[in-house]
């Protein structure tokens, strides 16, 4: 039986009257790329930001490497990276300058931050523009940074939530890659994208969450089989049929 | 429970963005330097002509030539106000007593002196006699002035009745007809309308009028250091919303951490801003810093922490970069001249003097004024430190319970 990297149970989170995520319960294997899919307002982002310690749950506790968040937040904050939706960078500095803070941040001494960041600027296909501005740069080199700044501190666990929304497909398969060779290296990474052809590609097991719920969880050719044969069916098929066709705001 | 390292690391990238941000440099190193140049010229004459202490003299005696009073009036009135030189002060004859008194109690005026009906009896007699010193109790500075100047009217008078006296001590040994020609000479004197007394004034040096930069940098410094912290909060306001601090926050940086950080990156923003104009009013515009320069540097440092504090209290009461900006530039504007950054309060009537100390401004240009125009000394600022340090702990306080590093 694989290991369980991450553990989450039984998640509440309400804001003001509204719950936005009710009772979510799941785990994450070791060296598992785990999607975690849902229309907008499902509870994706809220959960992530729940699993990576920055927002308190109200109800259920998370382990994360054998560590519980309520107990050991500083010692689950040593084993993950961050990847968040928004490009959480500071756009009037360089991209070196942001890898070597955020690493620094995250512990790690000039020297290594140094080290690790040029390591995961190449991992990018940045090396060349370590010193350029961030402002200066395309949204999918923007995207890129945004990633390479989640891997400093070499995390054991990743949150990259919809880390190639608006990019070009050159920088959305460089993405890709850079993901597949980290699950290659044995890095846990759950991932949330609204492109499911992205989750199909990417993803060893894939979460769907609606109204606050998790409302299915399985391989994706387990959930493709639930609806029809699997070669015939889509993830998107899959998606539609379980949370249904009316628009989300 | 605050990793310092991490503060400090903090507080670098902050600096950092400022540099790379010219607007902002020029906007809070350069610019204000060209007010304190426009507002020097302006205030040029501050502390001379517009600023001459004028005393208000009255005699109750009798009005006959041989009144002693009148004599030393007559002898000190200013004959010409337009021949006087900055910094002399004017000596005004006035004749209703009463008139001069209401003004006192109606704060019109800050006081006057007044010679008794009897002066002239009182000094020839040898009893001496009084000098009455009318003052508003709120007028410090106008009571001593008239202080000074009825203490030297009177050791005046002293020095010549101990002339008198051994005179006549003199003569009765000698020989009364001594006496007698010595008083009928004086009488004489005062016959022919001479002054018995006589006034001179010497000009020591140069008088010069007071320095403006003495009070318009420290005005500037007050407001641009509290409008660039105030500023800040757009920056701290825009990092919450673009989620860095949250992703600080998630690398094992804790809360107090992060907004002690932001604290001293915007505290040192500040006193960088603080040696800059300090360094440029000493060696561009001979500022004096008064007899404790050391007592203007702790003023300076606190009013530092006072802006910073409340740049991140600002920070964590608004919900968007765009109300923190405008709360920001209305906050700087409104207390800048509320608070004697734009004129000197010295000047301003006792009410705005009074509506200043709702302000950190009021209290810190108070402490400079004090400082560097009137020769204070460093206790005798302590009550402008420890406003700004009661500031710094109520804007602090709010940061620290109201800070949260997601938007929303």
């Known amino acids: 039986m694989p290991e369980e990297y991450l553990v989450a149970q039984d998640l509440h989170k309400s804001f003001n009257e509204h719950k936005a995520v009710n009772g979510v319960s799941f785990a994450i294997h070791k060296g598992e790329i785990f999607g975690l899919l849902g229309p907008n307002g499902a509870g994706k982002t809220t959960t992530i930001r729940m699993l990576s310690t920055v927002l308190e749950p109200d109800q259920g506790d998370v382990t994360i490497g054998g560590h519980s968040m309520k107990r050991e937040a500083d010692a689950v904050r040593n084993l993950i990276g961050v990847c968040p939706q928004e490009l959480a960078l500071y756009v009037e500095l360089g991209a070196l300058d942001n890898l070597v803070f955020f690493g620094r941040m995250a512990g790690l001494s000039s020297q290594e931050a140094k080290e690790q960041a040029k390591t995961h600027l190449a991992l990018v296909g940045l090396e060349e523009r370590g010193k350029g501005r961030i402002d200066k740069f395309s949204g999918g080199m923007k995207r890129r940074v945004n990633l390479a700044v989640a891997l400093m501190g070499h995390p054991e666990l990743l949150f990259l939530d919809e880390p190639t929304v608006g990019i070009d497909p050159q920088s959305r398969n460089n993405i890709y890659e850079t993901i597949e060779g980290l699950r290659d290296k044995g890095m846990t990474i759950l991932y949330t994208t609204h492109y499911m052809e992205e989750a199909d590609r990417l993803c060893d097991r894939i979460a769907i969450m609606d109204g606050g719920q998790i409302i299915a969880l399985d391989t994706p050719h387990e959930l493709k089989a639930q609806i029809g044969p699997p070669e015939q069916v889509t993830l998107e098929d899959v998606f539609l049929k379980l949370t249904g066709r009316s628009l989300r705001d | ?408």
Not at chain 2, 57 to 73: G, K, N, P, R
Not at chain 2, 179 to 206: F, H, M, N, R
């Open chain 2, 1 to 408: 429970m605050i990793q310092p390292r991490l503060v400090w690391l903090i507080a670098l990238k902050d600096l950092k963005l400022f540099i790379r941000d010219r607007l902002a440099l020029f906007f809070f190193i350069l610019f204000p330097f060209m007010f304190v140049v426009m507002f020097n010229f302006i205030y040029a004459g501050v502390g001379s002509e517009d600023d001459r202490l004028v005393f208000h003299l009255v005699t109750l005696e009798e009005e006959t030539e041989t009144a002693l009073s009148y004599q030393i009036i007559a002898a000190i009135e200013t004959p010409d106000e337009s021949a006087l030189q900055p910094g002399e002060s004017q000596v005004v004859r006035e004749d209703d007593y009463d008139e001069l008194r209401r003004q006192v109690e109606d704060k019109e005026l800050g006081g006057f002196l007044a010679f008794p009906v009897d002066f002239s009896e009182g000094i020839y007699m040898g009893r001496g006699a009084e000098i009455e010193v009318v003052a508003d109790a709120e007028a410090v500075s106008y009571r001593a002035a008239l202080y000074g100047l009825a203490d030297g009217i009177s050791s005046w008078i002293g020095a010549n009745n101990v002339v008198e006296k051994a005179i006549s001590e003199l003569a009765k040994e000698q020989a009364p007809a001594i006496l007698e020609s010595i008083i009928e000479a004086l009488g004489g004197q005062l016959i022919a309308g001479e002054p018995l007394i006589e006034y001179t004034s010497e000009k020591v040096g140069e008088v010069e009028a007071e320095q403006p930069s003495n009070f318009v940098i420290p005005g500037y410094l007050v407001m641009f250091v509290f409008f660039a912290a105030a500023l800040s909060s757009e920056a701290i306001v825009r990092e919450r919303q673009n989620h860095t601090l949250e992703r600080i926050l998630a690398s094992s940086v804790r809360r107090f951490t992060i907004i002690g950080g932001i604290f001293t990156g915007t505290a040192t923003k500040g006193l960088v801003q603080m040696i800059i104009f300090w360094a440029v009013g000493i060696l561009a515009f001979n500022i004096d810093l008064g007899i404790a320069p050391a007592a203007v540097i702790i003023l300076s440092f606190l009013m530092v922490i006072v802006s910073a504090s409340f740049g991140v209290m600002l920070a964590t009461l608004v919900k968007t970069d765009r109300g923190a900006g405008s709360i920001a530039t209305l906050a700087a504007l409104i207390m800048a001249p509320l608070g004697g950054c734009w004129w000197p309060l010295f000047i301003t009537p006792q009410w705005m003097q009074f509506l200043s100390k709702v302000t950190p401004h009021g209290w810190a240009n108070e402490g400079f004024n004090k400082l560097m125009l009137f020769g204070a000394d460093f206790a005798d600022v302590a009550p402008e430190m420890l406003a700004l340090v009661i500031f710094t702990i109520i804007f602090g306080s709010i940061a620290v319970w109201r800070f949260r590093t997601a938007a929303g």
